[in-house]
Every structure is written in C-alpha cells, then in structure tokens.
C-alpha cells in the first residue's frame, strides 16, 4: 500500500454503516466554532456523487469495477474540483479551514475490497492524499445493522453479512496503516459508548 501525502486539516470519520460518524458530524455542525469547519461528505453532491448514491439505493446495477473507477473520480472530484458544496477539500484545508469528511478513501479499500478485490482500489487511491486525522468507529455490524434498520430506509450494501465482511475489511485497512509511518492520527472510537461521550473525544483529539 502506498504511502500518500498528509493534507494538513483535514480530518476524516470512517466506519460501517450505522457506526454513528453522520451523527457526530451534525453533533461538530453545532459547536459556537464552527465557522471553522467545512463539513463534506462522500459521495459528494457532484453529478458522480449524485448517480452513485442512486447505485447505493440499488436504482442502478454496476459491474464492482465500476464502481470503483466511479468512486475515485468522485474522490478527486471532492479534493480538486470546482462545482458543488462538496468539493474542493484541498483549497478548503489550505486556506486554514479544518475539513471534516464523512467517508473517504478508506471506504473504498473497504466497501470496494470486498466486491471486486484488493488490487484495483489500492491503485486507483495510491495518488491521493491522507487526512490529518482518522477517526475509526468501531461498531458490532449487528449492532449498526439494528440502527440502519430503525431509520427505513437501507442501500445495497446494508445486509449483515456484507456488513459482517466489511466490518472485517475495514479492521484489516485500519490496522495496515497503523503499521505505516504515515504521519496521520489514527483515533479508534467505541462507536457504542453513548453519543455524547463519542462527541467528547472527538472534540478533544480534534486540531486545535
């Protein structure tokens, strides 16, 4: 696995589905500083954003391939683009902004691993660079599965055993960059302690 950049300010919430990272952010959207913060989230709203969230609700069928190709033109979407609130996280951490993203390349050597192997992901992502901070929420996948059920509506990837798979996925990628001298912080989080005690050491490991 390659060892990428660190952008500076730029801090990252990854975990299966149901962990509770979108929580958190809405939680950071509150604070009195939060002007300085640029809030973001992957897929992004771009045009690819928008038809791979209609893949996700499985109103489209893509090859898993695909998809990723797909997921990383929406990531440099996000990083260096133009158009759309979602994008441009590079120009937002460089002017002194802390960027905060739901999701991002560590997703896709998760989610992506699991549907289509190792080896395409990791070439796809190898350029892009690393956040600050890694925020990991680990959750039981029977656990969050129960939360993704309780708000009605769930995506493709939304079953327990891929849940189950993703989960062990996600633990492997985490686990290889903590053995990497990559010079991102990487915060593991019990994502079933209550919400506001996740929200306190949050606040706590954030850039000051």
């Known amino acids: 696995m390659a060892t990428n950049a660190i952008l500076k300010n730029f801090v990252v919430f990854e975990g299966i589905d149901g962990a509770g990272t979108s929580t958190q952010i809405e939680i950071l959207k509150k604070r009195a500083d939060a002007d300085r913060f640029f809030f973001t989230t992957e897929p992004t709203d771009s045009e690819t954003g ?18 990723a190709f797909l997921f990383a033109a929406d990531r440099n979407e996000h990083l260096y683009g133009r158009g759309g609130t979602n994008c441009g996280v590079v120009a937002q951490a460089q002017s002194g902004k802390i960027v905060v993203s739901d999701r991002y390349l ?7 691993s699991v549907t289509c192997g190792d080896e395409l992901p990791r070439r ?9 901070i890694l925020f990991f929420f680990e959750i039981d996948p029977e656990i969050s599965l129960q939360r993704v059920l309780g708000r009605g509506e769930t995506e493709i990837y939304e079953k327990l055993d891929f849940q ?30 209550p919400v506001d005690e996740v929200a306190k050491i949050i606040s706590e490991k954030l850039i000051h």
């Open 50 to 67: 928008k038809f791979l969230r209609k893949m996700l609700k499985g109103d489209v069928a893509l090859n898993p391939r695909t998809s």
């Open 106 to 112: 560590f997703s896709s050597l998760t989610y992506q």
């Open 124 to 132: 796809l992502n190898e350029s892009f660079p690393l956040p600050e």
């Open 164 to 193: 189950k798979a993703t989960a062990a996925r996600y633990r492997k990628v985490i686990e290889e960059y903590e053995r990497m001298n990559t010079g991102m912080k990487i915060v593991r989080l019990d994502a079933t302690l």
